[in-house]
């Protein structure tokens, strides 16, 4: 029987925050995830195993934050739930927190950065501290809430739309209070921000974030396995896959791996793969084939991803997936990397000639990236 005025209805009466509110809330800055309407896992992003086993310390920890708190309580060691995750596009970063997200059935708000960002700073400000604070006020009442800064360079890079060095540094200083308050009051709230353009990101907010992961573009290694885990996929929607493209791809892993072995014991290091061409040198004076893993060097596993998607469109008229198709595929939709290099030249002559306009307008009153 229902006991009207028992204290656990009155809780019950005073949730603010359903999931309702927080999407029409919360999701004016970005896009809301419930854990129920996730669809990737944590085993869905493959390798990175360091920084999960560290993730799923981190993620216990904010479940049993309160326990935590109190315990921590007088220590003067507030823990900070900051997390960075920096490097290239379609690495994984957002999708693996999606997957934690999930796993620990903590719901999450990606919010795209640049929107908060503002040519009127006051607008800036006022847009980054509503965000934190509201989603510090669903982390307390719901228990945890994961905030997701997506290109978080924007605050405070020359990206921005804020032209102003020194309203860069107000917008900078005023997001690194607002994750200080949160961090003292010692809410569940848990910051993640992501960058693909670590060198442009104020070094005061790299320094504000408890943890820093990188993303790489895979080795051959996880290629294969990401490659492997795709066609996995084409499988299981009922397409075949010719069993050529997995004996392709053993030979040629193992062709690698045999030269790769070779020039460590002739060097005496290991060679990576993305250290000029010598590996890849030397398996051309073995072979002409150029076969998947060495066309997709400096592929994204997103890029495997679409390539893969790629090759559905015809697979599935056929309902047969051959290593031709598989292979022009993967090579139509090209990789990141070559892109990332070419964006990296770029910044690096514009920011050369914004920071030559600005010591040519403001004599000396510039020097380098805004330090806390
Ligand atoms: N290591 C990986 N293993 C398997 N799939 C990956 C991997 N990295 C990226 N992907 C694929 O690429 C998609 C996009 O990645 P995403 O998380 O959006 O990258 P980022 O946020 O770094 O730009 C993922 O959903 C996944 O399908
Ligand atoms: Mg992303």
């Known amino acids: 029987m229902r006991k009207i005025n028992s204290s656990k209805d009155k809780v019950e009466d005073e949730i603010t925050f359903s999931d309702e509110v927080i999407k029409n809330r919360i999701g004016k800055y970005g896009a809301v995830y419930f854990p129920s309407n996730i669809q990737e896992s944590i085993e869905d992003i493959l390798g990175n195993e360091t920084k999960k086993e560290i993730l799923h310390d981190f993620f216990k920890a904010l479940k049993k934050y309160n326990e935590f708190t109190k315990q921590l309580k007088g220590s003067k060691l507030n823990p900070s739930l900051t997390v960075l995750l920096y490097g290239p596009p379609g690495t994984g970063k957002t999708s693996l927190t999606r997957g934690f997200s999930k796993e620990y059935d903590i719901p999450l708000c990606v919010v795209e950065t640049d929107r908060l960002v503002s040519p009127l700073l006051g607008d800036t400000i006022k847009q980054i501290r509503n965000v934190v604070e509201l989603a510090a006020e669903i982390a307390k009442e719901r228990g945890s809430f994961i905030l997701f800064f997506d290109e978080i360079d924007a605050i405070g890079s020359e990206r921005s739309n804020i032209h102003e060095v020194g309203e860069i540094k107000r917008a900078v200083i005023s997001f690194l209070q607002v994750i200080d308050r949160i961090n003292y ?27 820093h992961f990188s993303f790489e573009f895979p080795d051959y290694h996880l290629r294969k396995k990401i490659i492997e885990s795709f066609l996995d996929k084409v499988k299981n929607a009922k397409i075949g896959v010719d069993e050529s493209i997995y004996t392709n791809l053993n030979d040629e892993y193992g062709r690698i791996q045999g030269i790769s072995n070779n020039l460590e014991h002739k060097l005496g290091y290991i060679v990576s793969e993305f250290e000029g061409n010598i590996l890849w040198d030397e398996l051309h004076k073995k072979s002409e084939m150029k076969g998947l893993l060495e066309l997709s060097k400096g592929y994204s596993g997103s890029d495997i991803e679409r390539g893969t998607k790629v090759s559905l469109l015809k697979a599935i008229n056929t309902e047969r997936l051959t290593y031709e198709l598989f292979y022009n595929s993967l090579k139509l939709v090209g990789g990141t990397a070559i892109h990332v290099e070419r964006q990296d030249v770029l910044s690096d002559r514009r920011n050369k000639e914004i920071n030559s306009k600005r010591m040519g307008n403001r004599s000396s009153n510039f020097s380098g990236p805004p330090e806390i």
């Open 185 to 211: 009051e010692g809410v569940p709230l848990a910051i993640f921000g992501a960058t693909n353009h670590q060198n442009q990101l104020d070094s005061a907010i790299w320094r504000r974030f408890t943890f």
